[in-house]
């Protein structure tokens, strides 16, 4: 099992719908858990961290099911700028140690 | 501003060549790490530094070097004996692991 999965996608979605995304953790250890985006040929960039209690940014909400070893980005009202890679990261915190990143779920937003 | 470089944006290597692709940061951060992303592929590990004159294997150590000589850089050598090397090469650095990456704009790599 990988330790990170994602579904690959492509979401093709219209303007103002909401998608959600979904990614599991293998290992049970993990304790950081990330989204970045990444833009076609670009660096991923940090979107936002995902937090036990559940996050909101905008339209953007994030939730963490540490039983379910699962995470999810949900995003609301989706913007043509919102097309793009989204990577779902995972790190155990022990020192030594690095991001783990899924193989991203690619978003294509139309109008 | 502070950030981290790469350098070259593209090179081209020819067969049986090493080339070194640069990295450096003005953030401060201990940690440096290097990735390989290829088409369709999720970032895959291939050593990271904790500190300066330190630095550890990742999980696709072979055919590459690295050197953390400075604090701010991060040098990566792609071996001749690295048997696939075309690919986007991405440097990344931060404070602790829990706070997430600053990653350079990459380096892509294409074999000749």
């Known amino acids: 099992r990988k330790e990170v999965e994602q579904d690959p996608g492509p979401f093709n979605v219209p303007e103002g719908a909401t998608v959600a995304f979904n990614c599991t953790y293998s290992?049970?250890?993990?304790?950081?858990f990330f989204w970045y985006r990444q833009d076609c040929r670009k660096e991923p960039k940090l979107l936002m961290s995902v937090y036990s209690s559940g996050n909101e940014d905008g339209r953007f909400t994030a939730q963490l099911n540490r039983a379910s070893q699962y995470i999810s980005l949900l995003i609301r009202d989706s913007k043509l700028s919102d097309s793009a890679t989204y990577l779902c990261v995972v790190t155990n915190n022990q020192a030594g140690t690095a991001l783990i990143f899924g193989k991203g779920t690619t978003l294509s937003v139309s109008s | 501003d502070g950030g981290i470089t790469q350098s070259p944006k593209y090179l081209f290597r020819k067969e049986g060549q090493n080339v070194t692709l640069s990295c450096e940061q003005n953030l401060n951060h201990d940690a440096m790490y290097w990735y390989r992303q290829d088409p369709g592929q999720g970032l895959r590990l291939i050593y990271y530094?904790?500190?300066?004159?330190?630095?550890q294997k990742g999980d696709i150590a072979e055919g590459y070097s690295v050197s953390r000589e400075k604090k701010e850089s991060f040098p990566l050598t792609v071996t001749s004996a690295q048997k696939n090397p075309t690919a986007f090469y991405l440097c990344?650095?931060?404070?602790?692991?829990?706070?997430?990456?600053?990653f350079g704009s990459g380096t892509r790599l294409t074999v000749v």
């Open positions: 290992n049970s250890a993990s304790q950081s």
């Open positions: 530094s904790q500190i300066v004159n330190d630095f």
């Open positions: 990344a650095s931060g404070d602790r692991v829990n706070y997430g990456y600053t």
